[in-house]
C-alpha cells in the first residue's frame, strides 16, 4: 500500500502562482510513474502532467509553458508548480502513483485550488 497526502492548494488571484505537493508514504519514485490530475464537479477526473520513473513529463496541453512537475527522491515528494493561473485552472488537484507492470494505482484524497478576484 501506498499513501499519497496532498497539499498547498488555496485560493490565488488570476496570473497567481501556486505549488502543489503530494508525499508518498514510501519511496515509490524509482519504480511508479507520478501524476496530478484535476476534477470539477460533474466531470471527469482530467491528466494534468505526468512524470515517469526516469524522469520524463507529459503536460496536458491547457497548461503547458505555464505548469512543471518535478520530484524529490529523497523526500519522497512529487511537486507541481503552478504559475500564470487563470480561473478555468479551478478544481480539485489530485496526486496519482501508477506501476503499470503490476497494474497498481493509487490516489491522494485531494487538494482544493481556486483561482479567483
Known amino acids: 500500500q501506498v499513501q499519497l497526502v496532498e497539499s498547498g492548494g488555496g485560493l490565488v488571484q488570476p496570473g497567481g502562482s501556486l505549488r502543489l505537493s503530494c508525499a508518498a508514504s514510501?519511496?515509490?519514485?524509482?519504480?511508479?510513474?507520478m501524476g496530478w490530475y484535476r476534477q470539477t464537479p460533474g466531470k471527469q477526473r482530467d491528466l494534468v502532467a505526468t512524470i515517469t520513473s526516469g524522469g520524463s513529463t507529459k503536460y496536458a496541453d491547457s497548461v503547458k509553458g505555464r505548469f512543471t512537475i518535478s520530484k524529490d527522491n529523497a523526500k519522497n515528494t512529487v511537486y507541481l508548480q503552478m504559475n500564470s493561473l487563470k480561473s478555468e485552472d479551478t478544481a480539485v488537484y489530485y496526486c496519482?502513483?501508477?506501476?503499470?507492470?503490476?497494474?497498481?494505482?493509487?490516489w491522494g484524497q485531494g487538494t482544493q485550488v481556486t483561482v479567483s478576484s
Open positions: 514510501r519511496s515509490i519514485f524509482s519504480t511508479y510513474t
Open positions: 496519482n502513483a501508477v506501476l503499470h507492470l503490476l497494474k497498481l494505482e493509487y
